[in-house]
């Protein structure tokens, strides 16, 4: 039995040398030397070459790429109103950057983004597309704290938000919906909170829900994680190798997608080592329970590398 494979969201937009230029295309776009017909087309035509190399790499699950985002915070910003977006700040350790978002109260969902975007990317697809959509805990990481909130009353806000996201998205067709918690670690105060609260976001969706951790060690909060209602958990095992050992203990009778794949890191992942690992986890987790992927979106490559290690996952399941 072969495993399946996906990716956790963001792809890279540019191809070094190519006449694909969609950061170009933007800033002209918003000098107004580039009408919105023709960003329309260059987006279009991006996403549609993503698309094309997930599925040429024989990926089970592929997403859009995550083209027509800024950063992870911007499908909520568009969705909601009453959310501005503010200052750059680097994103957790990476070399890339998000904006910072800012509320001063009456956050209302207008209408979602990710579903118009999911209709277009679902009729260039052959395969099944997932969305992915930051975390409640995620969005209160990257919100600037006003005066009379707290971040736990942002954290209900949002899944708010959220819960409407989802629900317009299931009403648009999409059968696999992740929620995306990078700021998911250890010592987080408002963990259990943001538990339940994803939970509370996915009653009675009928999708196949994901939650996606990436960037920490998990180890220590299984015990949380393991009160998530989900179908899927996504987790870093290159950030944190030793995790896997852990897996036997973990109280989980869902699936697990195995972020073997470093999706950070030029160097190029060894095809034999990532199958070893899995049949590794596979002894206690059997592999129909089992998915592989990159740990993280593979935005922080250049593209020849991030196809590089498509590549190299579609080798793993041909392995297993």
């Known amino acids: 039995m072969s495993i399946r494979t996906t990716v956790v969201g963001s792809y890279p937009k540019v191809i070094e040398g190519s006449s694909d230029n969609l950061p170009g295309t933007i800033d002209r776009w918003q000098k107004k030397s580039v009408p919105d017909e023709a960003l329309e087309q260059e987006l279009q035509k991006v996403i549609r070459r993503v698309i094309q190399e997930q599925e040429g790499a024989e990926l089970d699950l592929i997403t859009d790429?995550?083209?027509?985002?800024e950063d992870l915070a911007h499908p909520i910003a568009r969705s909601a109103r009453g959310l501005n977006r503010g200052a750059l700040r680097r994103f957790f350790d990476n070399n890339v950057y998000y904006r910072r978002l800012e509320s001063n109260g009456?956050?209302?969902?207008q209408k979602s983004s990710t579903a118009e975007e999911f209709q277009f990317a679902s009729k260039a697809a052959k395969k099944p597309i997932k969305v992915a959509l930051p975390g409640p805990l995620t969005l209160v990481t990257f919100t600037e704290i006003s005066k009379g909130q707290t971040p736990a009353s942002l954290l209900a806000l949002y899944a708010d938000l959220l819960r409407k996201e989802v629900e317009a998205l299931e009403k648009a067709g999409v059968k696999e919906i992740q929620l995306d918690e990078p700021a998911f670690k250890a010592g987080e105060p408002l963990l259990d909170a943001a538990v339940e609260q994803i939970n509370r976001i996915f009653k009675g969706?009928?999708?196949?829900?994901?939650?996606?951790?990436?960037?920490?060690d998990l180890s220590s909060i299984l015990p949380a994680l393991s009160k998530l209602q989900v179908e899927v958990l996504s987790m870093d095992l290159v950030t944190a190798p030793k995790l896997a050992d852990r897996l036997k203990e973990f109280k989980w009778s869902g699936e697990i997608a195995l972020g073997l794949i470093d999706g950070r890191n030029t160097r190029m992942d060894s095809a034999p080592e990532v199958i070893s690992q899995i049949k590794k986890v596979s002894a206690v987790i059997p592999l129909n329970r089992l998915w592989v992927s990159p740990n993280c979106g593979l935005e922080f490559?250049?593209?020849e590398a991030a196809l590089k290690k498509l590549q190299i996952l579609r080798q793993v399941a041909q392995g297993i």
Do not use: D, E, S
Request: charged content about 15%; glycine content about 8%.
């Open 205 to 216: 969706i009928k999708a196949r829900r994901w939650v996606a951790c990436y960037f920490h």
């Open 65 to 69: 790429g995550q083209v027509r985002w």
């Open 301 to 303: 490559l250049p593209h």
């Open 106 to 109: 009456g956050l209302q969902w």
